[in-house]
């Protein structure tokens, strides 16, 4: 059966909030700049599909996400 102890819950290690805030930090970061750049490729595809850019979709792109980092 299962035993019942009394006391604090939590006896392991102490928290490392820095770490944490560090962690989230990077994981949203990544979520929008990773979001961005999908978003980017993709309106240059559609521009590529629909109209005759040719290779100046591959310039389209790039504009794109230059002006993405600039605004993030």
Same mark, same amino acid.
Request: with cysteine; hydrophobic share 55%; glycine share 12%.
């Given at each position: ?25 990077? +994981? ?20 590529? +599909? +629909? ?17 993405? +980092?600039?605004?993030?």
């Amino acid at each position: 059966m299962a035993e019942h102890k009394s006391g604090p819950v939590e006896v392991g290690a102490a928290m490392d909030y820095a770490e944490h805030d560090k962690s989230y930090s990077m +994981f949203i970061n990544g979520a929008k700049y990773g979001s961005m750049i999908i978003v980017c490729l993709l309106i240059a595809m559609a521009a590529g +599909f +629909f109209t005759t850019v040719g290779w100046y979709g591959l310039l389209l792109f790039i504009v794109l996400c230059v002006a993405g +980092f600039v605004i993030l």
